[in-house]
């Protein structure tokens, strides 16, 4: 008798796939983990993917852009690692709180079951308790999908990690060597001495591995140029790996470009062939034709972005992929120029027209704490003035309800409350905390002075369009869900001068009580949200946002040209 489907389900085992990297970082953990997901997917089966940190912090929220790139933030309101960012946008499959584990998480929660007397008097430590706790996160969702696969952090050897490559070693013994998979990406430097590429670093990193009990089943091999079969033969012998599971990830001219490498190079045939399974041939044309776009686009869409953490793209990582998102779905190339805030604050006129004359779009990103704050306001009014097209995103809308305030309301002392320490207290407090309003309902709990992690609003909330916005048209929907990540809000007492000065709020929280969207409707395309749409852009499915942008960004160009073309011609 076969089982009925729903019993099928219950059975289903998932497959482990422990994704781990040796000799440097920095080598696409996330990125060949997240391309690997897509290849199984694309093979017709499931894939859920998790990301253990050994760092301390509990979660990424409170660390430095400048150092770990942005902070992803999930449906559900985890601020994680920027790898869960790749995770989403190659597999389509949204992550959660139990997507990201930390160091720092795995201990808060040992030493508070130890407080409370969990371990009924038991010496805590870290093998069993520890490994114990790993292993019970490794298992969150066992069944649910066909694999799971799951990135450890950092380099083996880190003086933060054994716990992890301990767990994960245990976590074979105990569900079955069959359900797993060791996956290890290492680096082959060339040596331009010798002219080759060197084996050794990788042949000492699995030995490495070998040293924790851990036996490589198949070894992703970057390289800056490809790999020569001779050398993957000589890797799997010196390592005990079958010769076809050497795989061979030279650099890539683009990230959309790595599913279509490592699967002529065999890492998802690699992967079936270890667990014994079939799969359908994959279908990989999306990805070829988005290689195609970014490597050789028939147009090229300029936006400069207004921002800070300019000197490192990282920290935008989300957000210069929406807006590459944006592009591909008109067959567009998108060049990003970073513009640094400071420089934009104190620009004479005829600078900021050299800085922004000739871009198709203005952007401004996400942000905290007053400083570059005043340049991005100037480049909100640039934008508005010059009918240039302008997206601002969470610091960039309020920015822009500010410099609308300031200029065109008449709210001469317009300002957000953030910066109070700085510049006292805004006469005229348009963004503020929601306490700040709204004192004794009891519905509030962010203020300034509890902990920065964990005041926020973070997470998906939804959203109430207004008929007939640009925002409506644009999400062709009448609710809609985005990701937050922020403290202060709109100040609902500025509404009705705002609206009469000509502003439209063209979506709100469904209560009515937060400000969403605004945009100006007497301009090309100006739209600011409270939100980070960047978060939900796919590349095969590219944010409605993103996409309406670079239209206009594009339309922008092309009248600048035309317009400079009849100039001299005349
Ligand atoms: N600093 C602002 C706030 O906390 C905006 C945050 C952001 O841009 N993510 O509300």
């Not at 920095?26 to 990125?31: I, R």
């Not at 942005?70 to 985890?78: F, I, L, N, R």
């Not at 300002?415 to 320490?421: I, K, R, V, Y």
Request: overall charge negative; charged content about 20%; proline content about 5%.
């Amino acid at each position: 008798m076969n089982p009925s489907p729903k019993r099928q389900q219950r059975q289903r085992k998932t497959h482990y796939i422990f994704v781990t990297g040796g000799v440097m970082s920095s080598l696409g953990k996330g990125l060949t983990a997240a391309c690997l997901g897509t290849l199984l997917q694309a093979r017709g089966f499931s894939v859920r993917m998790q990301k253990l940190d050994p760092y301390l912090n509990i979660d990424p929220g409170t660390m430095s852009p400048f150092q770990h790139g942005e902070v992803y933030v999930t449906d559900d309101g985890a601020e994680t690692d920027l790898d869960l960012g790749h995770y989403e946008r190659f597999t389509g499959v949204s992550t959660t709180q139990e997507s990201n584990f930390t160091t720092g998480q795995i201990y808060q929660e040992v030493i508070n079951k130890e407080r409370r007397g969990d371990y009924l008097g038991a010496t805590v430590q870290v093998v069993p308790h520890v490994t114990d706790q790993i292993k019970s996160k490794i298992l969150l969702n066992e069944g649910k999908t066909d694999f799971a696969l799951v990135e450890i952090g950092g380099t083996v050897g880190d003086i933060e990690s054994p716990a992890f490559f301990e767990a994960i070693r245990q976590f074979a013994h105990e569900v079955g060597r069959d359900r797993v998979l060791y996956m290890h990406l290492t680096h082959l430097p060339y040596l331009a001495t010798a002219g080759e590429l060197k084996t050794k670093p990788t042949q000492h990193s699995v030995k490495q591995m070998l040293g924790l009990g851990i036996q490589p089943d198949v070894l992703v091999c970057r390289s800056d140029r490809p790999i020569p079969r001779a050398e993957l033969d000589k890797i799997a012998l010196f390592t005990n790996v079958p010769a076809g599971h050497v795989v061979s990830c030279p650099d890539s001219d683009t990230i959309y470009r790595v599913p279509l490498t490592l699967h002529e190079n065999g890492l998802d045939q690699a992967v079936l062939d270890h667990f014994r399974l079939g799969g359908v041939a994959p279908n990989l044309k999306d990805w070829q034709k988005f290689s195609e776009i970014y490597v050789n686009p028939p147009r090229t869409a300029k936006i400069a972005m207004v921002g800070k953490y300019t000197q490192l793209s990282d920290a935008y990582k989300s957000l210069n992929e929406a807006l590459i998102h944006g592009g591909l779905a008109q067959e567009s190339g998108v060049n990003i120029e970073f513009v640094d805030a400071e420089v934009v604050e104190t620009a004479s006129e005829e600078k900021l027209n050299e800085i922004f004359a000739d871009v198709g779009g203005i952007l401004v990103p996400g942000g905290f704490g007053v400083r570059g704050t005043e340049g991005k306001v100037r480049a909100v009014q640039y934008a508005r003035e010059h009918k240039v097209p302008y997206f601002g995103i969470c610091l960039g809308m309020q920015l822009a309800v500010v410099e609308f305030a300031r200029n065109v309301a008449g709210l001469k002392d317009a300002g957000s409350t953030e910066f109070a320490a700085e510049l006292g207290d805004p006469k005229q407090a348009v963004i503020g905390l929601m306490t700040e309003w709204q004192k004794g309902t009891g519905k509030e709990t962010r203020d300034n002075s509890s902990d920065l992690g964990g005041t926020m609003r973070l997470g998906a909330y939804p959203c109430a369009l207004v008929a007939n916005t640009r925002a409506a048209k644009l999400y062709d929907a009448k609710e809609i869900s985005e990701r937050h990540r922020h403290r202060y809000e709109f100040n609902p007492k500025y509404k009705e001068t705002l609206i009469n000065a000509g502003l439209t709020f063209s979506g709100w929280s469904p209560d009515g009580e937060l400000a969403e969207i605004v945009e100006i409707a007497d301009h090309p395309w100006f739209v600011a949200v409270q939100y980070h749409p960047e978060f939900n852009s796919r590349p095969q499915a590219p944010h409605p946002l993103f996409q309406g942008f670079i239209r206009a960004a594009l339309a922008r160009q092309m009248a600048v040209s035309s317009h400079t073309k009849n100039k001299k011609a005349a």
